[in-house]
Structure formats: structure tokens, C-alpha cells
């Protein structure tokens, strides 16, 4: 069964710090894998995605990390602003049939000044 | 210049009845999705639409129903509603060639 877990489920951090979210994965054939922000009140909106040749990607301060061998995925916010303050989510994909991706539960960020 | 655009935007209503929630996206997308976002924020897949096929996620109740008019437009009817049925509903859609979905803004639905 295809499936995905995040670490930490919260986060509290104060400004101007950074901080690392984890995504481990069990979806196969592996398409890709997508890091969505969700800010209070509105839809998740794309980070960055990841194929499997992808080692690392950067995003502005956000830098996301993906190991194809031991399916982990790492999302690493440099100097926390706080409009950061959201919920990161991991997003696998299968590769062929129907792409219907596989959601993590999410990482709840709360960046104090 | 809204991409994925849903309404409404918040809706309150009494067991029993029935509701549809619409969604629109002008992005030419070939698939669109109707997600479920509970109290602990979980995005659950309800169902994924496109020109092809309606997949329908064997969790969801046939309470639920899709319709697609056409490749722009998913809207989602609810019938006998439940309090159970409260949640977040996210309309998103993708395009075939990356799958990144785009979301629209949600349709928070409350049964009394």
C-alpha cells in the first residue's frame, strides 16, 4: 500500500531560525515527489518537485532533498520568515496508470517573532 | 485571472438536505480532482476526473457525486448530507504531462 509519513506532525520555531521537515515514502514505481505549502485558509500551493535523478532543488530559502534509495525526502527552510507559518505537505506520485498521488499528513510550522 | 476558482467559498446547512459545490478551472487542465480536507487537515483523494475516466475513490459514500459538464468544470453534489460531511472540500486540477496539482481555494462545508 502506498504510503507517506511526515515528521515532525508540529513545529514551533522563532524567526530568523531554520528548520528541516521529513518525508518518508513507500509509493512505487516512483514518479516524483512534490513539497505543497498550505497557508491558513487557502489551497496548497507547489514548493518544489523532485524526480528520482534529483539529489537537491532550491526554492528561494527553501531547499528540498530526496534519497530514491532509502525514500526519504528532506524540505530545509533557511532563516524562518513568518509568512512561513503553514502546513508542508509531501506528495508522492506512482508513475503510469491513473497518477493518482499519495498525501502525507502534513508538518504544522508556526514561526514566532 | 483565477486559475482554479470554487463556490462557494462557505456553506452551512441542516442534515438531510442537498448541496453542490462548483469548480471551474481555466488552466486547460486534463484532469481534475475533488479533495477532502478533514479537521486534522488530512487532504484525502475523493475522486480524479478527466476526458477519459471517472475514478472513484470505493471510500466515499455514493451520497457523493460528481459531474463534469465539460473538461473545465467538476462540480461536486452532496446528497442527505451528514454531520460527518463537514470538512474542507478542495477542487484542483493537473495537467497530464507533470501532475502538480493546483488547487482552488476550498469550500468549507458545516452541517448542522
Known amino acids: 500500500k502506498n504510503q507517506v509519513e511526515q515528521s515532525p506532525q508540529s513545529l514551533i520555531i522563532l524567526e530568523g531560525k531554520n528548520c528541516t521537515l521529513q518525508c518518508n515514502y513507500t509509493v512505487s514505481p516512483f514518479s516524483n515527489l512534490r513539497w505543497y505549502k498550505q497557508d491558513t485558509g487557502r489551497g496548497p500551493v507547489s514548493l518544489t518537485i523532485m524526480t528520482f535523478s534529483e539529489n537537491t532543488k532550491s526554492n528561494g530559502r527553501y531547499t528540498a532533498t530526496l534519497d530514491a534509495d532509502t525514500k526519504q525526502s528532506s524540505l530545509h527552510i533557511t532563516a524562518s520568515q513568518l509568512s512561513d507559518s503553514a502546513s508542508y505537505i509531501c506528495v508522492v506520485s506512482p508513475s503510469g496508470g491513473s497518477y493518482i498521488p499519495t498525501f502525507g499528513r502534513g508538518t504544522s510550522l508556526i514561526v514566532h517573532p | 485571472d483565477t486559475a482554479v476558482s470554487q463556490t462557494p467559498k462557505y456553506l452551512v446547512t441542516q442534515m438531510g438536505n442537498d448541496k453542490s459545490i462548483k469548480c471551474e478551472q481555466n488552466l486547460g487542465h486534463d484532469t481534475m480532482y475533488w479533495y477532502k480536507q478533514d479537521s486534522k487537515k488530512f487532504l484525502k483523494i475523493m475522486f480524479s476526473?478527466?476526458?477519459?475516466?471517472?475514478?472513484i475513490n470505493e471510500t466515499v459514500p455514493n451520497r457523493f457525486s460528481p459531474k463534469s459538464p465539460d473538461k473545465a468544470h467538476l462540480n461536486l453534489h452532496i446528497n442527505s448530507l451528514e454531520l460527518g460531511d463537514s470538512a474542507v472540500y478542495f477542487c484542483?486540477?493537473?495537467?497530464?504531462?507533470?501532475?502538480?496539482?493546483?488547487f482552488g481555494e476550498g469550500s468549507r462545508l458545516t452541517v448542522l
Open positions: 484542483a486540477s493537473s495537467p497530464l504531462n507533470t501532475g502538480e496539482l493546483f
Open positions: 476526473y478527466n476526458n477519459k475516466e471517472l475514478i
